[in-house]
């Protein structure tokens, strides 16, 4: 079972900032966030991960609460191409499972 | 070349035919994974291999059998499927099966309609 909780969906004005959140009360002290994003009858894409410390890469920003129970991402200028299902992930760092949930699918309107 | 290629893309087959998905991978990586997608549902992890060795069986039924006969190559052999079986096949791959910075990169996936 997924070990994280999403809101279903999300929406989003293109070139404003679309904040996802992401439960994950029960993340363990080894275990990463990671999200994907899944553009319609595509495969996923990674988009970022991290630990315990903010990350920033050329996709988006990952803001991990202090106690890491919750975290958010944020694509600081949405596009009508970020319109997909948004997946958060909790992954032990030595796993070699990624375990899906049903993610939140964003839909940015024009 | 994109660095995860499937084929076929799209494939419809009868109950009784046997068909092989192929996935490749041109990234240099050493893991492969083959995951389903059903309408509505998450994905689910199948099959992981490492090094060329199957690491995860996730409880797959015997009609689905997967060989992996280098690092860069995975394939997924079907027989007798039945209708519930039609899906988005997912392939991945990653540098290894383990460790921290270990994204997996994904195929556009193969659409499966069994009749």
């Known amino acids: 079972d997924a070990k994280t909780t999403q809101p279903p969906s999300m929406d989003c004005a293109e070139g404003r900032a679309a904040n996802l959140p992401c439960n994950h009360s029960t993340i363990s002290g080894n275990e990463y966030v990671y999200w994907y994003r899944q553009i319609h009858s595509q495969g996923p894409q990674y988009i970022i991960h991290g630990l315990k410390n903010n990350e920033t890469n050329e996709m988006a920003s990952l803001i991990i609460t202090e106690d890491r129970k919750s975290s958010t991402l944020i694509l600081p200028h949405a596009t009508l191409r970020d319109t997909a299902v948004y997946y958060c992930?909790?992954?032990?760092?030595?796993?070699?499972?990624?375990?899906f949930g049903t993610g939140t699918r964003l839909q940015v309107f024009p | 070349e994109t660095g995860v290629t499937q084929t076929p893309r799209h494939l419809v087959m009868g109950m009784t035919n046997k068909k092989s998905l192929k996935c490749e991978q041109h990234?240099?990586?050493?893991?492969m994974y083959w995951y389903k997608q059903s309408a509505k549902k998450p994905l689910e992890l199948m099959f992981v291999y490492n090094f060329k060795e199957q690491t995860e069986n996730n409880s797959v039924p015997s009609r689905f059998s997967p060989e992996c006969p280098n690092s860069s190559h995975l394939f997924l052999h079907l027989h007798t499927l039945q209708p519930e079986d039609s899906a988005l096949y997912l392939c991945?791959?990653?540098?290894?099966?383990?460790?921290?910075?270990?994204?997996?990169?994904f195929g556009p996936g193969t659409r499966l309609t069994v009749l």
């Open positions: 992930i909790v992954r032990v760092a030595e796993g070699d499972k990624l375990i």
């Open positions: 990234l240099g990586h050493n893991a």
């Open positions: 991945a791959s990653s540098h290894t099966a383990s460790g921290a910075y270990n994204e997996q990169f």
